[in-house]
């Protein structure tokens, strides 16, 4: 099917599925160029809580940025609704394959012919959610990190992706304080989360072996790296359940036994989750 790249993408709505921890983050940058931004999220008080947390957020992130007045930020649970007009749609709903594969295919029948489609998830390729879709070429990875405070955006191809909208997302991300990276090859993990996992998993071994304790290695990385995020005190952060599903991903994928499971095991069944549970690699979140 022939593609036509959306056009007046200044002045036409995005709109972002999910308003959870990301969506609203998401929601909140793309917000920056001043044109109406729609939540759209199947628990609508989660959705009414994205634009407060967008309302309340905005003036300071605006305030380092030479962008527009906000536009209109609404809020739906009624998907076709959601979508008129809009030239991006940007999807950040639970980690899911079969979620993602419905909401993908509903997004395709449902938006604008010309609207991008791109999808925040951290460890599945769009190329995995292809099933219901017919135009894949309007469809991408778009992974964003931490936004306000992390502004990188890793872009990849659903293997069929149009290559012009690389070119357009490029030019035209700068302009809401995104800075875009292209990921060169379908890569688990896009580019900097597969490198952070490397980390992640040789510290965790290098502590199984007893070779050093959290401690040593994050101040390793302080001195060395002159780095905040140092593996243990970033781990506790994400949380070691999380860090541990992310992991036994990797391994799966890889066909290689997880061998850094037994360690975090023990901490998660001593209740140790990081700082979501007061306890984790740390014992300061009091
Ligand atoms: N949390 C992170 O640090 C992080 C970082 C980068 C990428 N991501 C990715 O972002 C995505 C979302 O993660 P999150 O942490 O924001 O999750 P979250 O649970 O905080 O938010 C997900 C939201 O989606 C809504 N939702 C569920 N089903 C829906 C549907 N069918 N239609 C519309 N909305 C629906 C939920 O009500 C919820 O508000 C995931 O793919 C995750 O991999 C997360």
New binding site residues.
């Given amino acids: 099917m022939w593609y036509t790249l959306p056009a007046e993408i200044g002045t036409r709505p995005i709109t972002v599925?999910?308003?959870?921890?990301?969506?609203r983050r998401i929601a909140l940058m793309l917000s920056l160029r001043g044109a109406e931004i729609r939540i759209?999220?199947?628990?609508l008080d989660?959705a009414r809580a994205a634009v407060e947390f967008i309302e309340q957020e905005r003036p300071a992130v605006a305030a380092s940025f030479d962008g527009a007045p906000a536009g209109e930020l609404t809020t739906s649970d009624d998907l076709a609704a959601a979508l008129r007009g809009a030239w991006l749609v940007v999807e950040?709903?639970?980690?899911k394959l079969e979620?993602k594969k419905k909401?993908f295919a509903d997004l395709d029948r449902l938006a604008e012919p010309d609207a991008i489609l791109a999808s925040?998830?951290?460890?599945f390729a769009t190329a995995e959610f292809m099933d219901g879709v017919n135009s894949p070429e309007r469809v991408l990875n778009m992974?964003?990190?931490?936004p306000p405070a992390a502004r990188s955006v890793e872009l990849m191809s659903s293997t069929s992706t149009d290559p012009r909208i690389f070119d357009l997302l490029t030019a035209e991300l700068p302009r809401y304080a995104l800075v875009p990276h292209l990921v060169r090859e379908q890569s688990t993990g896009f580019i900097f989360n597969r490198i952070w996992a490397a980390i992640k998993r040789e510290s965790l071994a290098v502590v199984a072996e007893g070779v050093a304790e959290p401690e040593d290695i994050d101040a390793l990385f302080a001195d060395l790296f002159k780095a905040d995020a140092a593996p243990f005190r970033f781990m506790d952060q994400v949380g070691l359940d999380v860090v541990l599903d992310i992991e036994n991903h990797y391994s799966e994928l890889e066909g290689r036994p997880n061998k850094v499971a037994p360690l975090l095991q023990e901490y998660i069944d001593k209740g140790w989750l990081g700082v979501k549970s007061g306890r984790g690699f740390y014992n300061d979140y009091a």
């Fill in positions: 599925i999910g308003g959870g921890t990301l969506g759209f999220d199947t628990n989660v950040a709903v639970p980690e979620l909401i925040n998830s951290s460890s992974h964003f990190y931490m």
